[in-house]
C-alpha cells in the first residue's frame, strides 16, 4: 500500500513554498517586460511618428494606422506613446526601474496610476481647450 503525502510534512510544505515562490517570480518577472513592451512600441512609434514628412502624411491618424494594423485599439498605442514620453530614459530598463521594485505591478496600475486619460470626446475639443490641456503641468494628454 503507498503512503499518502500528508501535508503537514515538513518535505512537502517546502515543496509547495518552493513552488509558490517560483509561480510569483515568473509572474512579475512577465508583468514588468510587458511593461518594458509597451514602453518599447511607445518609443518606436514616437520616434518614427516625429519625421517631419511622416507627420504630414499621416498626422494625427497615426495611432489609428498602427493600432489597426497591430489588431490593438488606438487608445492602447495613445497610452504606449504617454507612457514612453512620461517616463523617458536612454533605455526601457531604466525608464521602468521604478515599477520593478512593486510587488503586484500590473500594465493595468501603470495606466490607473500614471497615465490618466481625459473624459471628454477629442473631436469636440477645440482649440482653447487644447492650449489649455498642452500647458497643464500635471496633464499627460495627447491630441
Known sequence: MKEEIVKTDEW???????????IAEAIHISRI??????????????????NF????????????????????????????????RKFPAEDVD?????????ENISWNKVITRFLPEVAINEKEINEETIRILNHCPNCNYEW
Not at 507627420?55 to 507612457?83: M, P, T, W
Open 33 to 50: 517586460e510587458l511593461i518594458k513592451g509597451k514602453w518599447l512600441v511607445g518609443q518606436v512609434i514616437e520616434v518614427n511618428a516625429g
Open 94 to 102: 531604466k525608464a521602468v526601474q521604478m515599477f520593478s521594485e512593486e
Open 12 to 22: 512537502y510544505i517546502l515543496l509547495v513554498e518552493s513552488c509558490r515562490l517560483i
Open 53 to 84: 514628412k511622416r507627420s504630414e502624411i499621416y498626422g494625427a491618424e497615426i495611432n489609428k494606422k498602427v493600432a489597426h494594423d497591430l489588431g490593438v485599439s488606438d487608445r492602447e498605442i495613445r497610452r504606449c506613446r504617454q507612457f514612453y
